[in-house]
């Protein structure tokens, strides 16, 4: 059990049987009155955001939640399908449940896959990933001014922003907390 | 965290404290911090020590020091408080608390006026005042010239709530409303003392006389920050007493305990006509140093330790 004082940004809480986390929290007090705990709160199965103000005395279940590190394998029918490589269980999640991480989702990428009890809710990234450049203009040489990026689409569809040197097929490193690019990588 | 160019804005604060109030004659004093009881209150809790308390403010020492005999007395001290954090909360927190004499809770606001806006010309380079006194928060300015704007609760519940204080107590919703309805817009223009509180949210103050619902009970908000809480001393033994009764009942309905400080209720008709106020230290360094993160005005907050 959680009580209302162990609430600050990122606790996951459960409110009627969902996992919830904290996005956003503001404690206040006014002179001689009750602790009010602000929060703003994301369910984490539906997205669905709301806020709600907590009193010192209200408590919440703490929501059964394990991290299991798999394989993306295909996708059909905006199905995900992913294993884990030691059991060889394997589950799905559709397009929706993965929103943006589809930036940068390649085939037989390991992520961390986050179970709500049984089932798969959400996946965690690598950090950085790196991605096969399919469209790319290409470089003007003798354009040294270095300080101009061109837009490329990678392998995904995803479109970012690079430096004018990277060109059609080259292998570039991206940040998937933000989308942008690292480095080019020579494999 | 500060540096050694904050803390030394800090120190030049606290010394030009002292000069204020030494000026005027109070006696600074230094009251224990670890007590066998607490005054009570609904919504403070407070941190065991072996088989004392530490204490929540200095109130009862400094109460039992007037009632000695002292006119005039000011602290700095430290408090603690269970379960507080925040951007304008910790669990221990410097206060700066005083009381005067023969005063009323009208008085105090004028001494008010007169403490912050002589901090300000004393200690120069503060990054939260402006060269014409006027302190800057983000693009707004707010002058300190007095008077500072007086708003009586039940008129700031009208203007910028939209249930009434009376309709908000009884829903149970007065603090709610409050902080996320009222509080945020006081003090912008020129600092706002809050005044007149429903009688049942200033249990140590003073009933008003023309209007028995309300006590003597002011806050003092400087952009939305509430930065003291003064009032009109309630010095009848027996009317405390039923006040803190209820006090204890809410105490313990919260599953709690609290003991009745009858050293002071047996002094307290000693003190006479008398006004009080404490001030939240690390929040004033905060606004004048033109932050607004009280972790940015202290030396040390809980979590650097």
């Known amino acids: ?187 | 965290m500060l540096s050694p160019k904050g803390l030394r804005q800090r120190s030049d604060l606290l010394q030009a404290i002292r000069s204020f109030f030494l000026e005027r004659d109070y006696i600074e004093v230094d009251t224990p911090l670890r007590l066998p009881v607490l005054i009570p209150e609904a919504h403070l809790i407070p941190f065991a020590s072996e088989d004392c308390l530490l204490h929540t403010s200095p109130e009862l020492c400094m109460k039992r020091l007037l009632a000695r005999g002292c006119d005039r007395i000011f602290q700095i001290c430290h408090c603690f408080r269970k379960e507080e954090r925040g951007r304008l909360h910790q669990t221990e927190f410097a206060m700066l608390e005083w009381y005067h004499k023969g005063w009323d809770y009208f008085d105090l606001m004028r001494q008010c006026e007169e403490l912050i806006g002589t901090l300000t010309r004393m200690v120069s380079g503060f990054a939260g005042i402006a060269d014409d006194n006027r302190l800057c928060r983000g693009d707004r300015r707010v002058t300190l010239t007095p008077p500072w704007e007086r708003l009586p609760v039940a008129e700031a519940f009208r203007r910028h709530a939209g249930i009434s204080a009376a309709e908000a107590l009884r829903a149970g919703s007065f603090d709610e409303v409050l902080v996320t309805g009222v509080e945020p817009n006081l003090g912008w223009d020129r600092p706002t003392f809050l005044y007149d509180y429903p009688v049942e949210l200033g249990s140590l103050a003073r009933r008003n006389q023309q209007n028995p619902a309300v006590a003597e009970r002011f806050e003092l908000y400087i952009t939305g920050v509430e930065v003291a809480n003064g009032f009109s001393e309630l010095v009848d033994p027996q009317e405390q007493r039923q006040r803190f009764l209820r006090e204890i009942e809410a105490v313990q309905r919260a599953g709690r305990t609290a003991g009745m400080p009858e050293k002071l209720l047996a002094e307290l008709d000693l003190i006479g006509e008398t006004a009080g106020i404490a001030l939240g230290l690390d929040r004033l360094c905060m606004l004048l140093m033109g932050q607004t993160d009280i972790a940015l005005a202290t030396p040390f907050i809980f979590e650097e330790l």
């Open chain 1, 1 to 187: 059990m959680y009580t209302a004082s162990d609430l600050r940004k990122g606790l996951k809480i459960q409110i009627d049987g969902e996992p919830y986390i904290v996005t956003e929290f503001d404690f206040s007090k006014p002179g001689k009155g009750q602790a009010l705990y602000r929060t703003k709160m994301r369910n984490m199965i539906t997205g669905v955001q709301f806020t709600q103000t907590y009193r010192s005395n209200d408590k919440f279940d703490r929501p059964n939640l394990e991290e299991r590190t798999m394989q993306f394998l295909y996708a059909q029918d905006n199905e995900y399908h992913f294993m884990d490589t030691s059991s060889y269980e394997q589950i799905f999640l559709t397009g929706e449940q993965l929103g943006d991480n589809l930036n940068f989702l390649i085939d037989n990428m390991e992520v961390e896959v986050l179970f709500f009890g049984d089932r798969p809710i959400d996946i965690t990234l690598p950090t950085f990933v790196n991605l096969e450049v399919t469209v790319a203009d290409p470089w003007a040489k003798g354009d040294t001014s270095g300080s101009d990026t061109k837009p490329v689409t990678v392998q995904t569809g995803f479109q970012l922003q690079v430096p004018p040197f990277v060109e059609q097929g080259d292998k570039i490193q991206i940040d998937t907390r933000t989308g942008t690019y690292i480095t080019r990588v020579k494999e």
